[in-house]
């Protein structure tokens, strides 16, 4: 299973080639008639010792011949080596799959996506030919609230929460991601949902697991992995609440707590530490006192 946020994006589109078609519509792309959308291999072999491998490709059926064919990178900062490789994957697989090959590459940051859409000089012809990359940041990622379209297409519903964490709507963004995901089971909803876990800003993924925690009540866990992540997920807001309550007792007896001490308090994970510190508060004239 993926693991690597990389390549966890990689795998939505490898799973789900169709959501290559939202994007690219959302971007100004006129998409020629299709019926299927399929995963094609990405190799790309040349004339030399080196063999370049896309991260995905897929491609636009109509009538049972390829339209179109989508070469998809990943790229999560600045690398000037893809700039001579990527000409290389598009040339190569348009002559392979003998049909129109687009270059579409996903950046997270403005500055990637800035450095990704430069035209390639390819350094032929008069004038010289280029290659001008079609790129997709966080802002260029489709709004998905429509629980139908989140359903019907959940690796887009996936994207479009981790792009707009801090969007006006972004609860029903996440609502929308919650009814798609609930949908799925196995190790494709535990993906995702570490994939989420593990990519949102920390104000935005404490908000989150909130919002799991209530929207997903008396939904059965099929993975192994939401299992144990829910479990400890209790585990941890009861000791989040014993914490606030070694607090509340110091509190109340005029005792000050410093910084320091304040947030190893809460911070701890330990119920058994906590309630041996919540007798302690009882007792202690210092803050300090109770982690003697």
């Not at 994007?23 to 040349?46: F, K, M, R, S």
């Not at 897929?58 to 001579?84: I, T, Y």
């Not at 299992?227 to 914490?243: I, L, N, S, V």
């Not at 320091?260 to 007798?279: A, H, N, P, S, Y």
Request: net charge negative.
């Amino acid at each position: 299973m993926p693991s690597a946020p990389h390549e966890v994006v990689i795998d939505l589109f490898q799973h789900q080639p169709a959501l290559v078609a939202p994007l690219l519509t959302g971007l100004g792309c006129e998409l020629p008639e299709y019926e299927t959308i399929t995963t094609v291999p990405g190799d790309a072999t040349v004339l030399a010792p080196t063999e370049y491998h896309a991260d995905t490709v897929v491609a636009f059926h109509h009538d049972g011949r390829r339209v179109l064919a989508v070469v998809v990178e990943v790229q999560r900062r600045p690398d000037p080596d893809k700039r001579w490789s990527w000409p290389v994957y598009v040339a190569s697989l348009r002559a392979k799959l003998r049909c129109r090959t687009l270059l579409l590459v996903l950046c997270p940051d403005a500055r990637t996506a800035r450095w990704a859409a430069k035209p390639i000089d390819i350094g032929y012809g008069n004038p010289s030919v280029g290659l001008c990359p079609i790129v997709l940041d966080p802002a260029g990622i489709p709004v998905v609230t429509d629980l139908q379209t989140a359903t019907a297409l959940p690796e887009l519903a996936v994207l479009s929460a981790l792009a707009h964490s801090e969007h006006p709507e972004h609860r029903s963004i996440w609502l929308a991601l919650l009814s798609a995901l609930s949908t799925l089971g196995g190790d494709r909803a535990a993906l995702y949902y570490d994939f989420i876990l593990s990519t949102l800003p920390v104000a935005a993924r404490t908000e989150w697991e909130t919002l799991m925690a209530a929207g997903l009540q008396g939904y059965e866990y099929r993975s192994d992995f939401a299992r144990t992540y829910f479990a400890e997920g209790e585990a941890r807001g009861e000791a989040r609440g014993e914490a606030k309550s070694v607090l509340t007792v110091l509190d109340a007896r005029g005792i000050a707590v410093p910084a320091d001490v304040r947030d190893r308090i809460l911070e701890c994970g330990d119920f058994e530490q906590l309630q041996k510190w919540l007798r302690k508060a009882l007792e202690v004239n210092h803050a300090a006192d109770l982690l003697d």
